[in-house]
């Protein structure tokens, strides 16, 4: 299974960008890289998934390498809710492993 | 109506006593899978199942046993608990998709502590 490589903790500001960076250097081609993240007191939720193309969607953006070794969500307004641990997986051998993820605190 | 479901929410009990943890989903789901949560550790895989005959160990399964009733029942079981398998513990459900595009729905969790 691919680790992902993920810092312990990140701030910013809110209202401004923030770029969460993922390393998965042993991820296979066809493994996809999902983003996952887990709010105080509550079971992880989904943010968003992709191969090799870039992603977009409501949440998030994700940003992935062009040698697929790394990737990076792309929150483009941080607010107070998105403080939170997230997560980068790796989906391989049927199942998604987690990291230790990275821990983001917004400051008002 | 939450989609996953996890009875207990919070448990307390004592080392050697066998502890049942439930999880109910009506996604309609036929994946489902048990997480354990440490702190510092992230989320680690104890036992998944692909529908009601399929049922796989994950990376820590040693010490569980998992049982699938129906399509919307998965628990998990701790024979004879023991003070490390103290944690917070998660279900987890998925469709069908293509491998690797699926997304995983996750229920509140279950804290369990073992004395």
């Known amino acids: 299974d691919a680790k992902t490589t993920q810092p312990n903790s990140m701030e910013s500001n809110e209202e401004e960008p923030v770029h969460l960076p993922c390393n998965h250097s042993t991820i296979s081609g066809t493994d996809y890289i999902h983003w996952y993240r887990q709010l105080p007191s509550q079971g992880p939720e989904y943010v968003i998934h992709?191969?090799?193309s870039n992603v977009n969607n409501r949440m998030a953006s994700l940003a992935i390498a062009e040698d697929r070794k790394s990737s990076t969500l792309i929150l483009h307004r941080a607010t107070l809710r998105d403080a939170a641990v997230y997560y980068c997986t790796s989906w391989s051998n049927y199942k998604l492993t987690f990291g230790k993820g990275t821990l983001l605190t917004v400051n008002p | 109506d939450a989609d996953v479901t996890q009875t207990p929410r919070n448990r307390i009990t004592k080392t050697g006593k066998r502890i049942m943890l439930e999880c109910s989903q009506t996604k309609g789901h036929d994946r489902m899978y048990w997480y354990r949560q440490d702190p510092g550790l992230g989320l680690r895989l104890i036992y998944y199942?692909?529908?009601?005959?399929?049922?796989n160990k994950g990376e820590i399964s040693d010490g569980y046993s998992v049982s699938r009733q129906a399509q919307a029942k998965f628990s998990l079981s701790l024979e004879s608990a023991i003070p490390n398998q103290t944690a917070l513990y998660f279900c987890?459900?998925?469709?069908?998709?293509?491998?690797?595009?699926?997304?995983?729905?996750f229920g509140p969790g279950t804290r369990l502590t073992v004395l």
């Open positions: 992709g191969l090799t």
């Open positions: 199942s692909f529908d009601v005959k399929d049922i």
């Open positions: 987890a459900t998925s469709s069908t998709k293509p491998i690797g595009t699926d997304t995983q729905y």
